[in-house]
């Protein structure tokens, strides 16, 4: 590796974290993260503050955007929606109105997870959870191959999820 490309974890972090952050802020972030349902007492104990101090930071970390919800992470197994599936999509044409289109629809379908326009030999990867290959079968005949601007689909079905995490590193 050169030099240009190295850097230390130290400038990796200050180079993703606002500096409007300071390292009380990250803490509550951080512990947020991996428990949304702290009291605001015990996040204070964690970080060293007031509870009032504490809960003062995580109003305005919510009114600038850092903190964007609190939600809980249901099993899907326990759920019926085992299967797991990545889509490649390929739309017809790449223009601003069939890119808006297709996004707005996307939306609309209860199984995807996610959706990313990527760059690339595709257009948009999809993220969705069904109960079972039928399942898929079915959303991808009835909701995927109807959406606006579909011309070709790839699916990957997960064996195994080997990482899984929604937590940002600080």
Do not use: W
Request: aromatic share 6%; charged share 30%.
């Amino acid at each position: 590796m050169d030099a240009l490309s190295v850097k230390t974890s130290t400038e990796r972090q200050n180079s993703v974290i606002s500096t409007d952050l300071d390292r009380t802020d990250r803490r509550i972030l951080d512990v947020l993260q991996e428990d949304g349902r702290i009291t605001t007492t015990d996040l204070a104990a964690r970080v060293n503050l007031s509870p009032t101090a504490t809960a003062e930071r995580m109003k305005r970390l919510m009114r600038e955007g850092y903190i964007l919800r609190f939600s809980a992470e249901l099993d899907p197994d326990r759920l019926g929606q085992s299967l797991l599936v990545f889509i490649e999509v390929k739309l017809d044409r790449t223009t601003p109105d069939v890119f808006d289109t297709f996004a707005e629809a996307v939306k609309h379908v209860p199984q995807v997870l996610e959706c990313h326009m990527v760059a690339g030999g595709f257009d948009y990867l999809v993220k969705a959870r069904v109960s079972d290959m039928a399942a898929y079968r079915r959303l991808l005949a009835d909701a995927v191959l109807d959406l606006p601007g579909v011309r070709e689909t790839h699916t990957y079905a997960v064996m195994e999820v080997v990482k899984d995490t929604h937590i940002l590193p600080l």
